[in-house]
C-alpha cells in the first residue's frame, strides 16, 4: 500500500467520523500487542457499520441521524 492509498483510506476513516487516533490504529499494517490487534479489529468492524449508518442517515432515518451527531460531537471535543 503506498501513501496514495493510505491517504484515502485515512480520509475515507474521517469521512465515517473516526477519531485520528483511531483511524492509525485501524491503518496499522502490524499491531506490535494483542490490545492493539483486537482494537484495531473491533474498529475495523465499526467502520462496517458506520458506512451503512452514514448511509441510512444521509437517506432520511431519524435513528441513524441521531447516532451520526453522536459521533460528530465525540470528534469534535477530542
Same mark, same amino acid.
Given at each position: 500500500?503506498?501513501?496514495?492509498?493510505?491517504l484515502k483510506q485515512a480520509e475515507e476513516l474521517?469521512?465515517?467520523l473516526f477519531t485520528q487516533e483511531e483511524i492509525k490504529i485501524i491503518?496499522?499494517?502490524s499491531p506490535t500487542t494483542i490490545q492493539t490487534a483486537?482494537?484495531?479489529g473491533q474498529l475495523t468492524t @465499526?467502520? @462496517?457499520v458506520r458506512k451503512t449508518v452514514i448511509q441510512q442517515a444521509k437517506?432520511?432515518?431519524g435513528e441513524a441521524?441521531?447516532?451520526? @451527531?453522536?459521533w460528530i460531537k465525540r470528534y469534535r471535543y477530542q
Open positions: 500500500m503506498d501513501a496514495t492509498d493510505i474521517g469521512n465515517l491503518l496499522n499494517t483486537i482494537l484495531k @465499526e467502520a @462496517e437517506g432520511g432515518s441521524q441521531k447516532l451520526v @451527531e453522536k
